[in-house]
């Protein structure tokens, strides 16, 4: 496929989108129960797509219904939810695509992803890795599953999620990190509930591992049956949950099954979490970025003629050179 063919087709779907802060029709309301933070409401899993042909996804940001900026400066959020591939020859995956002005964020559950970008980062995540993309002014790059994990297939599991970059960092130079589960910084729950993995910001003093450009907080958590967590989150960071396996009751009284996003409302208030079932659960958290932006494919920029240089440079070949499989 030529360049301009493939930003007009956009794998990613070729959409300006439109700022706003509403809700979609999925989303219902919560009172508040005694000092938590309210709950602006749970979004249910949504209809699948493929991303490529080794990603089935259901998007729950930005999604077109006016959850866009809701959870800025997280911008997407895709969430391959547990399904089987069988085996094959040939990795499945996306090929050879640009990036500007975001971070791509993959969390891996099951299965493994192989990502190589014209940066010279390879990298391979197994089960509770993250790889950590900074994209900045531009990079290309291939999501894979791993080979030799593709030829014997199996449960898949993965999170791709985007942090949009503040306007002064949108053209910092691309930067990987690989993080592996067993180097993100934890903590050991009392009562055997289960244990919280910090991959950035911070959780009650303990630092997470990942560099990030603005103030997030990203969690790993995973509980036990009947496990329990609580804690704090600025009350002016954009803060959701979603619950990748398990179920679980948000304080007290909201119950969120498998594969639901929980929205918190921007007021402060204890967190609460009882684990129904073992669980894992992702929670983001993140100061917003109260800037203009314009998202386009694989773009996300702050103004429209910013999208067009961006389409400009990636034709001309500015975002460097890789080779697909
Ligand atoms: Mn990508």
Same mark, same amino acid.
């Given at each position: 496929?030529?360049?301009?063919?493939?930003?007009?087709?956009?794998?990613?779907?070729?959409?300006?989108?439109?700022?706003?802060?509403?809700?979609?029709?999925?989303?219902?309301?919560?009172?508040?129960?005694?000092?938590?933070?309210?709950?602006?409401?749970?979004?249910?899993?949504?209809?699948? *797509?493929?991303? #490529?042909?080794?990603?089935? /996804?259901?998007?729950? $940001?930005?999604?077109? !219904? @006016?959850?866009?900026?809701?959870? %800025?400066?997280?911008?997407?959020?895709?969430?391959?939810?547990?399904?089987?591939?069988?085996?094959?020859?040939?990795?499945?995956?996306?090929?050879?695509?640009?990036?500007?002005?975001?971070?791509?964020?993959?969390?891996?559950?099951?299965?493994?992803?192989?990502?190589?970008?014209?940066?010279?980062?390879?990298?391979?995540?197994?089960?509770?890795?993250?790889?950590?993309?900074?994209?900045?002014?531009?990079?290309?790059?291939?999501?894979?599953?791993?080979?030799?994990?593709?030829?014997?297939?199996?449960?898949?599991?993965?999170?791709?999620?985007?942090?949009?970059?503040?306007?002064?960092?949108?053209?910092?130079?691309?930067?990987?990190?690989?993080?592996?589960?067993?180097?993100?910084?934890?903590?050991?729950?009392? *009562?055997?509930? #289960?244990?919280?993995?910090? /991959?950035?910001?911070? $959780?009650?003093?303990? !630092? @997470?591992?990942?560099?990030?450009? %603005?103030?997030?907080?990203?969690?790993?958590?995973?509980?036990?049956?009947?496990?329990?967590?609580?804690?704090?989150?600025?009350?002016?960071?954009?803060?959701?949950?979603?619950?990748?396996?398990?179920?679980?009751?948000?304080?007290?009284?909201?119950?969120?099954?498998?594969?639901?996003?929980?929205?918190?409302?921007?007021?402060?208030?204890?967190?609460?979490?009882?684990?129904?079932?073992?669980?894992?659960?992702?929670?983001?958290?993140?100061?917003?970025?109260?800037?203009?932006?314009?998202?386009?494919?694989?773009?996300?920029?702050?103004?429209?003629?910013?999208?067009?240089?961006?389409?400009?440079?990636?034709?001309?070949?500015?975002?460097?050179?890789?080779?697909?499989?």
């Amino acid at each position: 496929m030529k360049r301009k063919e493939f930003i007009k087709k956009g794998l990613f779907g070729s959409f300006f989108l439109s700022v706003g802060t509403s809700f979609g029709n999925n989303v219902q309301s919560f009172s508040k129960p005694g000092g938590y933070r309210p709950i602006e409401g749970v979004l249910s899993p949504t209809n699948t *797509h493929m991303v #490529g042909d080794g990603f089935k /996804v259901m998007n729950f $940001f930005p999604n077109g !219904k @006016g959850f866009e900026e809701r959870m %800025s400066p997280f911008f997407l959020l895709d969430f391959n939810a547990e399904v089987n591939f069988p085996p094959s020859d040939i990795a499945r995956g996306v090929g050879v695509h640009p990036h500007r002005g975001i971070e791509t964020v993959t969390f891996a559950y099951k299965g493994s992803v192989a990502h190589h970008d014209s940066a010279g980062n390879t990298g391979v995540i197994n089960p509770g890795d993250v790889q950590w993309m900074t994209a900045g002014g531009g990079v290309l790059h291939k999501e894979y599953h791993e080979k030799n994990w593709d030829k014997q297939g199996g449960t898949f599991e993965m999170v791709q999620l985007w942090i949009n970059l503040p306007k002064k960092h949108k053209m910092t130079p691309a930067k990987y990190q690989s993080i592996l589960h067993a180097n993100k910084p934890n903590i050991q729950l009392p *009562h055997n509930a #289960g244990s919280v993995h910090v /991959v950035a910001g911070e $959780f009650k003093g303990l !630092k @997470g591992i990942a560099n990030t450009f %603005s103030p997030v907080n990203i969690y790993d958590i995973h509980l036990n049956a009947n496990g329990e967590v609580d804690f704090n989150l600025p009350a002016a960071f954009n803060s959701g949950i979603l619950v990748i396996d398990g179920s679980i009751t948000v304080n007290e009284q909201t119950a969120v099954p498998e594969n639901h996003y929980v929205q918190f409302a921007n007021q402060s208030g204890a967190i609460h979490i009882k684990a129904k079932s073992k669980c894992i659960l992702l929670v983001l958290s993140g100061e917003p970025l109260n800037e203009p932006y314009v998202g386009y494919g694989p773009f996300v920029m702050n103004t429209e003629d910013e999208i067009r240089q961006a389409i400009q440079d990636y034709n001309a070949g500015k975002f460097g050179f890789l080779a697909d499989n």
